[in-house]
């Protein structure tokens, strides 16, 4: 993997001179806590933040998907996010500390050798642009995406044609990797692929390096979304009988989320129970014990959750069935 990994990045090298990277800072003027994001749990380190927001920030690269760490293979710091990765190296001119994208759509075998040479002044295709640094033209809803999202300085040169990867219509640019994705609906039928989790998961990191974090300062932690698991005691009762049902709840990066309030409806086939549960403990779990009578075997008791906490609501149901 390490010397299948080393050499594209020397292959890349001479991409990476074609890959215009405006904006560059210095690291030493970029210290500070960094930026966390309670999307992910992750912190966006203080040396990549400048760069992070002026390359397109979340909408390109995406959120933080690891906090930044020493790459094993090349002894950067490097940082990966949902469709780039970042890296901090030595400029070669000034030996200074600078950030640079990595060329992942390089890296990941996107790169195709063109034997199409255009002049500069030759006109292109209509709807297409043809790149002469990179021997490859963008086209259609592709070259609208490029060009509103910033271009070649953003996304790099584009080093394959439009290609079907996967059943997908997909195009490779140095830094990315765009895919045709009109079931979403978007203004622009294209989406930048994750790349960033693709290629980490090629490169078997440690994967601990995932795992969500709190941020340095705890009450900047945002619960944005909720995920609830529910389940009771007994699948199957007698009709006459009681039964004990549990909730578990926890938040877009799997916290248990304390507090969320719950309420639940048990609905039996000849009358319906609303029930408030108690808040959720310090381990995102709340649970309640009813009582029932005089049901009918056979019937199936369906169990629906409304959970709340803040601004933010969930649902979620479960079901018992009474067979005695």
């Known amino acids: 993997m390490k010397s299948f990994y080393l050499n594209f990045l020397f292959a890349g090298v001479l991409l990476l001179s074609l890959f215009a990277q405006p904006g560059l800072r210095p ?4 210290e500070g806590p960094g930026r966390y994001y309670s999307e992910t749990g992750h912190t966006l380190d203080a040396h990549f933040l400048f760069y992070y927001d002026a390359h397109g920030g979340m909408e390109l690269l995406g959120y933080p998907i690891t906090d930044a760490f020493l790459d094993p293979y090349t002894g950067l710091l490097i940082q990966y996010f949902q469709n780039a990765r970042l890296e901090l190296a030595a400029d070669p001119e000034t030996g200074m500390l600078t950030v640079r994208m990595s060329p992942l759509g390089d890296l990941m075998g996107g790169w195709q050798a063109s034997a199409e040479v255009k002049s500069p002044l030759a ?22 995406y490029f060009l509103e999202h910033g271009g070649p300085e953003q996304l ?3 080093i394959s044609e439009i290609v079907l990867e996967n059943d997908r219509l997909v195009q490779y640019f140095q830094g990315f990797r765009l895919e045709w994705t009109p079931e979403y609906g978007d203004a622009y039928p294209v989406r930048v692929a994750p790349l960033g989790s693709v290629h980490f998961n090629y490169m078997g990191y ?12 705890t009450f900047s932690y945002e619960v944005l979304t909720l995920q609830a698991a529910a ?3 007994r699948p199957v009762t007698g009709r006459r009988d009681e039964q004990t049902v549990f909730l578990h709840v926890l938040d877009q990066n799997f916290r248990p989320v304390q507090n969320a309030a719950v309420t639940l409806v048990v609905h039996f086939r000849d009358e319906e129970r609303t029930l408030v549960m108690p808040p959720t403990d310090l381990t995102g779990i709340t649970q309640a014990v009813f009582y029932f009578e005089d049901k009918i075997p056979g019937e199936l008791v369906t169990l629906d959750y409304v959970i709340s906490y803040g601004t933010i609501a969930a649902n979620t149901e479960d079901s018992f069935r009474i067979w005695w």
């Open 27 to 30: 690291a030493a003027a970029l």
């Open 123 to 144: 006109g292109s295709r209509p709807g297409c642009e043809y790149y002469p640094q990179s021997r490859h033209s963008v086209c259609h809803a592709f070259l609208a």
């Open 156 to 158: 790099g040169f584009p």
């Open 206 to 217: 440690n994967r601990d390096l995932l795992r969500p974090g709190p941020p340095a300062n």
């Open 231 to 233: 389940s009771v005691a």
